[in-house]
DNA sequence: TGGTATACATCGTAACGCGAAGTATATCGC
DNA sequence: GCGATATACTTCGCGTTACGATGTATACCA
């Protein structure tokens, strides 16, 4: 898929896959698989920035010797996902923009 | 609406603008206002990336002692909307998962 | 004469995704 | 026992990109 298209989906995409059980890096690129592949490097930058903006929150967890961190979607963070479907409405627009038909054969 | 979500978007954008009939820089702002706002300096770096890429070809037409530059969509541009029509697909699933209701109710 | 519309161009900046590389532990096959 | 693979997180540098600011230039209207 298009990088820019992926671009715009990323931030609300990890917060879906928080926001019903708090979850870490490994298992959310797991689960985000089906549906948007993503590199460690990007989710961690992810994870950080939307941690900075109040979105989420960390808790480190031991867990078989290692440190596992858990983020948990703040409201914040919730309502980043409520914006995200405002958002998709004028997306929809769009995107009806892009696949309409000739206009001078209607 | 988000910067980044609008990422995706344009390239598609600008070429849909032009995609029946050639159009130049400013009536393609005009154009694309309704759907999605952008610059002037954003539209005139995507319609030079656009044509470096060979989605679209450019025509200088002298228009009232100005110079007015008509651009005007390739195959490969036509092939370019086309692959955002299949992205769109991919888009959609993206969009059930981060608007899913809570998996641990259903 | 000043404001607005038309029309295009360039520069610098900041945000962002991601590949590459690194650190460290556990497990499993040979 | 040892290499491969999975788990788990971190940091660095690079290239792409949107956009505000600024500039140039003409036309028209009050």
Not at 36 to 43: F, G, Y
Not at 62 to 74: Q, S, V
Not at 90 to 104: L, M, P, V
């Amino acid at each position: 898929m298009d990088i820019q298209l992926k671009r715009g989906l990323l931030d609300a995409c990890v917060l879906a896959a928080i926001k019903d059980e708090d979850s870490y890096g490994y298992q959310i690129i797991k689960d985000m698989k089906p549906y948007l592949e993503l590199s460690e490097s990007t989710l961690y930058t992810i994870l950080k920035r939307l941690e900075t903006a109040g979105m989420l929150t960390v808790k480190s967890v031991e867990h078989e010797g290692r440190l596992r961190k858990y983020y948990h979607i703040t409201r914040q963070g919730l309502g980043r996902i409520e914006e995200f479907k405002e958002d998709w409405k004028e997306i929809e627009s769009i995107y009806r923009f892009i696949t309409r038909e000739d206009a001078r054969n209607e």
